[in-house]
């Protein structure tokens, strides 16, 4: 069966990365949770509280991660996960973070990103997603458009071998699309 890779780090979603996880241990498929260095991560929650004109973030679950950015073989895996929260903020600017994330841009294989992932899109894809559509959470439309890409306002859009999601409790329709891909 074939291996997915999730890329991550510290104060990552913890639905957005435990869902993904769990979903691809349940059909089959080996996953690494690839981090800056292999750790114990530091999940957060994100949500929301009236009066709040954003979101909070409260501390959640630990998470062990398999394998640093700078060990990843890109070519081992047929599909690449990037879940959100402010993880994205930091290993964008990793220095292999955008070797593995090009790799599955131009090798078409599936790439997901859900909420603030398309951060890590922006920083590193360069023209690779000029003309394309997604979606993120709604404060990302800007990321998006940084990539020469349409904001799509559905929760979930596919565009080719990238499917992306607003949001956490989008998880059911995003992992759905996905795997649609890896089939």
């Known amino acids: 069966m074939a291996k997915m ?4 780090g510290d104060a990552v979603e913890a639905l957005e990365v435990f869902y993904p ?8 498929f080996e996953v690494d949770i690839a981090s800056p260095a292999v750790k114990k991560l530091y999940t957060v929650n994100h949500d929301f509280v009236e009066g709040y004109e954003t979101f909070v973030e409260k501390p959640s679950y630990q998470l062990d991660s398999h394998i ?3 060990n990843v073989r890109p070519d081992e895996y047929a599909g690449l996960i990037i879940p959100g929260g402010r993880a994205p903020e930091y ?3 990793h220095e292999h973070t955008a ?6 841009l131009d090798n ?9 992932a398309v951060q890590v899109l922006a920083a590193v894809a ?3 997603l000029k003309g394309r559509a997604l979606t ?4 990302c439309e800007p990321d998006v458009k940084a990539l020469g890409a349409e904001f799509r306002k559905e929760t979930v859009y596919v565009d080719g071998n990238l499917v992306s999601g607003h949001a956490w409790d989008d998880l059911p329709q995003f992992m759905r699309e996905f795997l649609k891909l890896t089939r």
């Not at 070797?99 to 599955?104: E, G, K, L, P, S």
């Not at 078409?108 to 603030?116: E, L, Q, T």
């Not at 993120?136 to 404060?139: D, R, S, V």
């Open 91 to 93: 290993i964008r600017i």
């Open 5 to 8: 890779l999730i890329l991550t």
């Open 108 to 116: 078409n294989k599936p790439v997901g990103a859900i909420c603030h």
């Open 21 to 28: 996880y769990y979903r691809f241990l349940e059909e089959g």
């Open 126 to 128: 360069g023209d690779r």
């Open 99 to 104: 070797a593995i994330v090009n790799h599955f």
């Open 136 to 139: 993120a959470y709604t404060a």
């Open 68 to 70: 640093a950015f700078e």
